[in-house]
């Protein structure tokens, strides 16, 4: 009997379609609530990434502190323009960070900053599935409207 089979697709097909309205119409808002889970994420990993490889050995890290602490994410796009994206990165401290990732003519870079971007890979995505789940289950279980 392969008739329920068939149907079961098709239901299958039907839900997979109502999620993709929904997603289409995600406000700003919950498009940077799912992708703050992500940069969250992607913060902690170069957190962990910056004090395993960098750690901070001296006093209190001079006028910005040290670089693990210089690590945060924020909802809004790198010029913090809030179109539905969220970042994760270093602050004043960038460019300390840069120079120990790609080196310079006297340091070898140790790419721990590349390095921590494949590692999150999965877990962002997983963040950010989740969150996406939960604000289209929301979104489903408000009713039609």
């Given at each position: 009997?392969?008739?329920?089979?068939?149907?079961?697709m098709s239901e299958a097909l039907d839900q997979w379609l109502k999620q993709v309205s929904k997603a289409a119409e995600l406000s700003i808002s919950d498009q940077e609530k799912i992708t703050k889970a992500g940069a969250d994420v992607l913060a902690t990993k170069l957190q962990e990434a910056t004090k395993a490889k960098h750690q901070d050995t001296k006093g209190d890290g001079g006028a910005?502190?040290?670089?693990?602490d210089?690590?945060?994410?924020?909802?809004g796009d790198?010029?913090?323009?809030?179109n539905g994206k969220s970042v994760a990165g270093f602050g004043n401290k960038a460019f300390?960070?840069?120079f120990l990732n790609d080196g310079t003519k006297k340091l070898r870079g140790d790419h721990f900053v590349d390095d921590a971007r494949d590692d999150a890979k999965d877990a962002v995505f997983a963040a950010e599935a989740?969150?996406?789940q939960a604000i289209i289950a929301k979104l489903?279980?408000?009713?039609n409207k």
């Open positions: 009997n392969t008739g329920g089979i068939a149907m079961d910005y502190g040290h670089l693990s210089d690590i945060s994410s924020s909802t790198i010029d913090k323009e809030h300390v960070a840069r989740k969150e996406y489903n279980g408000g009713g």
